[in-house]
């Protein structure tokens, strides 16, 4: 059975860096986009960005100046690190797997991790 | 990249009746969609992908259908375990993923 967990600090001041890492059990890392995914409080979803097991990353145009999304295969971890936060930033963040490889609709998901920024 | 507008935002119903939830691309996402539940405090969770392929274990009162630009969600009997916010999501290889705004479907 796959399982995502996820953790990372939930606290975190103006202009702070956002870091979360999301370890996948029970399944290969190989073969998929592994993908970030936020939603802001009594808001909608918000895809961040998505990595492959060797790397290769694609983003949201609109954080792309911020976000980095790195692997580390030898642990079957994904992290996600978003810099120079603002309040704006203050949403549940998801890690989420694809059904197949090759899709990008999301059926594994983590538990989700509230992160909020406040002074 | 692409806009997804669903409509309505907000849909009152009752039990058995039959719903439709819209979703429009702002350009041709042939059938690169996806459909997903989510229940405050959970995680979304997926119920049709590629517009009208039916996830396992997904009630079949769940349909999609649609291509191109404008699709839907239908739920034939509505249970009381279906009232949930519904998203859609495309998923175009060539654009970056985006979310339609959310669909509410309340109690009448």
């Known amino acids: 059975q796959v399982q995502l967990q996820q953790w990372g600090a939930g606290l975190l001041k103006p202009s702070e860096t956002l870091s979360l890492t999301c370890a996948v059990y029970?399944?290969?890392?190989?073969?998929?986009?592994w993908s970030w995914i936020r939603q802001p409080p009594g808001k909608g979803l918000e895809w961040i960005g998505e990595?492959?097991?060797?790397?290769?990353?694609n983003y949201n145009p609109s954080l792309k100046s911020r976000v980095t999304i790195s692997v580390d295969t030898s642990k079957n971890q994904f992290s996600l690190k978003l810099t120079s936060v603002t309040a704006a930033d203050t949403a549940l963040y998801y890690c989420?797997?694809?059904?197949?490889?090759?899709?990008?609709?999301?059926?594994?998901w983590g538990q989700g991790t509230l992160v909020t920024v406040s002074s | 990249d692409i806009q997804m507008t669903q409509s309505p935002s907000t849909l009152s119903a009752s039990v058995g009746d039959r719903v439709t939830i819209t979703c429009r691309a702002s350009?041709?996402?042939?059938?690169?969609l996806a459909w997903y539940q989510q229940k405050p405090g959970k995680a979304p969770k997926l119920l049709i992908y590629?517009?009208?392929s039916l996830e396992n274990g997904v009630p079949s009162r769940f349909s999609g259908s649609g291509s191109g630009t404008e699709f839907t969600l239908t739920i034939s009997s509505l249970q009381p375990d279906d009232f949930a916010t519904y998203y859609c999501?495309?998923?175009?290889?060539?654009?970056?993923?985006?979310f339609g705004q959310g669909t509410k479907l309340e109690i009448k």
């Open positions: 999501q495309q998923y175009n290889s060539y654009s970056p993923v985006t």
């Open positions: 029970g399944e290969s890392f190989s073969g998929y986009y």
């Open positions: 989420a797997r694809p059904i197949f490889r090759g899709s990008r609709a999301l059926d594994y």
């Open positions: 590629k517009a009208s």
């Open positions: 350009q041709s996402i042939s059938t690169w």
């Open positions: 990595i492959s097991h060797s790397g290769s990353t």
